[in-house]
């Protein structure tokens, strides 16, 4: 047996403190022969899974933990395992007993003498299946699946798989262009490797987990789509920016339907009702982004007030810098002879660029929001 590992098995684990002993158990079992190793990358689980796995480390050196603080993220604690390891073969596999482990020689074997840099433990081949996942999860996941294949340059039966098995290269070839949103992490690979993977997919059957709760909700969809979006159109913008820009859109409509109320219905001065208004929107806004477009970040607690000032503060110049070009670009006739519409639109973007650039940095800022 060599001295270091040859395999390093990356588990992500969120609240998984029943499953993690027997997981070791079982791969103990199933690569008897082979150099392991096995990392659980833990984003501080509530229930103590890190410090079970440290326990179950004192017994045994094969048995790593990686303990993320005030993070939260399949996709990246995947790739943070796997950098955490020099092992030239390096397996991906959920922490919850759901991915079968038999299949990791298999898997194993592909990868070394078969020639492919990738292979995938999937349920959408020959042999594989679903197991007993509930009907609309198992329509979500085939949509989902033939969403994906659209994107990718390769005929794989199981892109949304999160169990594979590849060789450090693979990783190292796409490490710098990975999005690392969300839970697709396979997708997010094959995506970014600058060229076709040459792949296998190894027939498996989903387990139903037995122990500990899915973190699957809404929002991994939502993350799945911003993640198509980064691999689509994020060469051209900044991905956040068209969820910022649809809810500053919204927020047009809340502004118009509190002014309508103040001023219309209620009689107010119109620029009290103008106040009123953009302060409202605003404050829409600012909830809006903060649970949706920042939803990793999301600010809390005091955090939420600090926000909401420097947000407000920060469309209050867009605003400023809005009204000034448009009125610059109208008034010297910039876009055409009595163009207001295109002179209004060269405002609004200048502005919403401008709201976006400055509270992406002081409100969500990425160090103190994380
Ligand atoms: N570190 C970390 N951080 N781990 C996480 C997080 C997180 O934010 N969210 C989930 N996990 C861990 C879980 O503890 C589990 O070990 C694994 O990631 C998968 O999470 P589940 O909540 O069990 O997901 P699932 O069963 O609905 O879906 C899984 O299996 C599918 C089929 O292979 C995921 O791996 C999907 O990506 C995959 O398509
Ligand atoms: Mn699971």
Redesign the pocket.
């Known amino acids: 047996m060599s001295p270091s590992p040859e395999l390093s098995v990356i588990?992500?684990?969120?609240?998984?403190r029943e499953n993690v002993q027997e997981l070791v158990k079982r791969l103990t079992a199933v690569l008897d022969g082979v150099a392991w190793e096995v990392i659980f990358?833990?984003?501080d689980s509530p229930d103590g899974t890190a410090a079970l796995v440290r326990e179950v480390a004192r017994q045994d050196p094969r048995v790593r933990v990686l303990q993320?603080i005030g993070r939260?993220?399949?996709s990246t604690?995947c790739v943070e395992g796997m950098l955490a390891s020099s092992a030239p073969y390096l397996a991906v596999m959920?922490?919850?007993l759901?991915?079968d482990e038999s299949i990791l020689p298999a898997m194993l074997r592909g990868v070394k003498e078969g020639g492919f840099e990738i292979a995938i433990g999937s349920?959408y081949v020959v042999g594989g299946g679903l197991g007993q996942w509930a009907g609309d999860r198992q329509f979500a996941s085939r949509f989902a699946t033939r969403v994906s294949r659209l994107l990718l340059k390769a005929a794989v039966q199981d892109p949304?798989?999160?169990?594979f098995l590849l060789k450090r290269g693979v990783l190292e070839g796409a490490v710098h262009d990975l999005s690392g949103i969300g839970?697709?992490i396979l997708l997010d690979l094959f995506a970014s490797s600058p060229k076709p993977l040459r792949f296998i997919e190894v027939p498996y059957e989903?387990r139903t987990?037995q122990a500990?709760e899915?973190?699957?909700d809404t929002a991994v969809l939502w993350d799945f789509l911003m993640m198509l979006l980064d691999k689509t159109l994020g060469r051209y913008v900044p991905i956040r920016f068209i969820p910022f820009a649809l809810v500053g859109g919204a927020g047009v409509f809340v502004h118009l339907f509190v002014l309508w109320l103040v001023f219309d219905l209620g009689g107010a001065r119109f620029a009290v009702g103008q106040t009123v208004a953009a302060v409202v929107a605003m404050t829409f806004n600012f909830f809006i982004n903060n649970v949706v477009t920042y939803r990793d970040r999301q600010l809390r607690g005091w955090g939420l007030l600090r926000g909401w000032v420097s947000f407000t503060l920060a469309c209050s110049l867009g605003a400023v810098a809005n009204v000034g070009i448009a009125t610059y670009a109208f008034e010297t006739h910039l876009v055409g002879q009595t163009a207001w519409v295109l002179s209004a639109i060269a405002g609004i973007i200048v502005g919403a660029v401008w709201n976006y650039a400055v509270t992406s940095v002081y409100t969500w800022n990425k160090v103190k929001g994380a």
Do not use: C
Not at 11 to 16: A, D, G, I, L, Q
Not at 160 to 163: E, F, P, V
């Open positions: 588990v992500p684990t969120f609240n998984e990358v833990d984003d993320r939260r993220g399949l604690a959920d922490g919850d759901q991915h349920r949304m798989s999160g169990y839970f697709k989903f987990r500990g899915s973190k699957f």
